[in-house]
């Protein structure tokens, strides 16, 4: 058994801020927190399990990308590259601080029917208006630029090669953690199994750990990832959000292509792209199997590589018909029944109950802008950098979508 690296029990009985879960977003908002000119209040960080060996964090891909239908989704994207362009200015100055590199091999989205390819267009032109350099691409174009492509299906696609691509991710989760408790952010080994609200219902008052401790909270947040519901029902809302599993795989080309292969995204989902000297390849379950699981269920469909990513893969490339998988391994998206999009800002009626949840996959990416918005809502009581209100839990209520087509 791997020895916990935070302490078990908390130093105090009460505190400002406590955060339920101290994973990617646990991290970014404790450490924005310090960062808010003016705010000096006490923050407890609960992580279940210092290791992470299970939290999504550690299963992410690390990719970020600016090719979304939503302008404040591309807006959001483009303030991570910055923050990973420029990751040890904004941690300070700190000369321990290394720099991040973002792999700007790309995202490429190719169409196979008229419908997506309009709905590709029609991105492109939000994107470059955001100030995203996307371009649209024939497919004589993509031929011309990535000849290892089968493109007899493929109409057309949308490319972007400026600060889109993959980084080290837990570098940037590392040094939140680290910077953050080197400023007084509390983490501990520990979970938070119940709460109790006040008279009226409209705050939680106390957080009891699953040691006994009872703990006085101002402000409490959920950054719970897939166990995001259980977090919810402990202040009695309802949160749509749960645990799917989504296939990661490395391989080996025995032939490998001789020029970076983009993040491609196949027509039919599955998304691959160069890792180093190897491949990797991304997939959802089959649709019938896409379904919720339970928090710690990462049991592994080994038929799903032979019988449809290898497959796909090696008909979108012919130069990978013969490919050897070295690694694979399952993880959960944090996955938001109701339209796949972030759930941040405060409940209506609960009001000291924050919520940074439901990301379905993009919340690696979303967490530089997103974990900064959070910690101005708890600091100043409102969003000074982006307008995040899109994301409200009241479109919840109100079962109201946002709507966002890029979504892999």
Not at 5 to 34: C, Q, R
Not at 51 to 79: L, M, P, W
Not at 97 to 120: C, I, T
Not at 207 to 227: D, F, Q
Request: aromatic share 12%.
């Amino acid at each position: 058994m791997v020895k916990a690296i935070y302490p078990n029990t908390p130093k105090h009985a009460s505190y400002d801020v406590v955060i339920v879960g101290g994973a990617m977003y646990g991290a970014s908002i404790s450490w924005w927190l310090t960062e808010c000119a003016g705010f000096d209040g006490r923050i407890l960080v609960v992580e279940r399990d210092s290791t992470y060996e299970f939290a999504s964090t550690v299963h992410t891909n690390s990719c970020i990308r600016q090719q979304f239908s939503r302008a404040i989704n591309v807006k959001i994207s483009q303030f991570g590259a910055e923050f990973i362009n420029n990751f040890r200015q904004f941690m300070g100055g700190d000369p321990r601080v290394p720099d991040l590199v973002l792999q700007s091999f790309g995202y490429l989205y190719l169409a196979d029917s008229e419908d997506f390819l309009n709905s590709l267009q029609e991105a492109q032109k939000l994107q470059a208006a955001q100030g995203a350099a996307t371009q649209f691409m024939t497919r004589a174009e993509i031929a011309a630029e990535y000849p290892f492509y089968q493109l007899e299906d493929i109409l057309g696609g949308n490319h972007n090669r400026v600060n889109e691509g993959y980084f080290d991710g837990g570098t940037m989760f590392d040094w939140w953690k680290k910077s953050g408790r080197e400023r007084g952010v509390e983490y501990i080994e520990n979970e938070v199994v119940s709460m109790a609200k006040n008279s009226a219902g409209t705050a939680v008052e106390t957080v009891t750990l699953k040691s006994g401790e009872v703990i006085s909270c101002g402000t409490v947040v959920n950054a719970s990832g897939p166990r995001a519901a259980r977090t919810a029902a402990m202040a009695g809302i309802s949160l749509p959000v749960e645990p799917r599993k989504r296939y990661t795989y490395i391989f080996a080309a025995e032939k490998p292509l001789d020029q970076d292969l983009p993040l491609t995204i196949d027509p039919s989902g599955v998304h691959f792209r160069t890792e180093g000297n190897y491949y990797m390849a991304g997939s959802a379950p089959e649709p019938e199997d896409d379904l919720a699981v339970a928090p710690d269920d990462f049991n592994a469909d080994h038929s799903l590589w032979e019988n449809k990513v290898w497959p796909i893969i090696a008909n979108r490339i012919p130069q990978f018909e013969a490919i050897k998988l070295v690694n694979s391994w399952v993880g959960h998206y944090a996955y938001n029944t109701l339209d796949q999009n972030a759930v941040i800002g405060r409940h209506g009626t609960v009001d000291n109950f924050i919520f940074a949840n439901g990301f379905s996959g993009h919340g690696l990416q979303q967490s530089p802008a997103l974990g900064r918005g959070i910690s101005e809502l708890i600091a100043y009581g409102a969003y000074r950098t982006l307008d995040l209100s899109a994301f409200s839990f009241a479109r919840i209520e109100n079962n109201e979508t946002f709507d966002e087509k890029a979504v892999i």
